[in-house]
């Protein structure tokens, strides 16, 4: 199983980031993909989720608006695009191969877990 997270980074607040995440075929190819976040000693907090095609998403009320989750199933890549980034968005972002086709907002539902990729934002 492969599941690589990139993209992080420092960004001023107002920023943006790009989060990739790459997965092998046989990982991810029939499943939902999300993306959750978590800041040392804290539980993991949902971000967004996508389908295997792509075709339904949702979002945290907290990025609503401002963040972007995409997939390429051609590249087996999926996608976290991030604007207007606020010092509360910082926190190590991971990515997750769902257990069904679909992406849930809970932690349990997924099966594989990538490692994460720190995302810091100044103010």
């Known amino acids: 199983v492969q599941l690589q997270a990139s993209g992080g980074g420092l960004v001023q607040a107002g920023g943006s980031l790009r989060l990739s995440c790459a997965t092998s075929?046989?990982?991810?190819?029939?499943?939902?993909v999300g993306w959750f976040r978590q800041a040392p000693g804290k539980e993991r907090e949902f971000v967004a989720a996508?389908?295997?095609?792509?075709?339904?998403?949702a979002y945290a009320d907290s990025v609503k608006g401002r963040f972007t989750i995409s997939r390429d199933n051609a590249k087996n890549a999926v996608y976290l695009e991030m604007n207007n980034l606020k010092p509360e968005d910082t926190f190590i972002y991971y990515c997750a191969v769902a257990r069904t086709p679909y992406g849930s907002r809970f932690a349990g539902d997924y099966k594989y877990w990538g490692q994460g990729t720190q995302v810091t934002v100044s103010s």
């Open positions: 075929k046989r990982t991810s190819s029939n499943n939902g």
């Open positions: 996508i389908s295997w095609r792509g075709g339904s998403t």
